[in-house]
């Protein structure tokens, strides 16, 4: 099922400024594999056109936690679209850190946005 995490405001400067976000992934299954569809968009610019900056497509074993990160340093917005198959007790959570490292804030599982699918990226 495709969920998003929708527009997400990073603020231009300051101690709000997120430059990448971490995006974990737990497969709680004792006996089930599952694979994962990862896409990350940055808003940028007069009228935030929605540009593509990563793809992740993986397989996150039984017990296994996997978790990627992605820069949005330059972005006004960003996005994460998620789509996980053979999804059987999956956590997924977002996780915005600063410069320095440091934990800004969340998007937790609960709180994403279903959608029908996620977007098409052109190469």
Avoid: K, W
Avoid at 25 to 54: E, K, M, W, Y
């Amino acid at each position: 099922m495709p969920f998003t995490t929708g527009a997400v405001y990073n603020p231009p400067a300051g101690l709000n400024h997120i430059d990448r976000i971490q995006i974990s992934c737990l497969n709680d299954s004792i006996i089930a594999a599952i694979n994962i569809n990862l896409q990350i968009f940055h808003f940028r610019g007069n009228n935030f056109t929605r540009v593509p900056v990563g793809e992740s497509l993986f397989q996150v074993n039984p017990q296994q936690l996997v978790v990627q990160t992605f820069s949005v340093n330059l972005a006004d917005y960003y996005e994460a679209q998620i789509n996980f198959y053979s999804a059987v007790n999956t956590v997924i959570n977002v996780f915005a850190i600063d410069a320095a490292g440091n934990f800004l804030n969340s998007i937790l599982q609960p709180e994403f946005t279903y959608i029908d699918r996620l977007t098409m990226i052109s190469t």
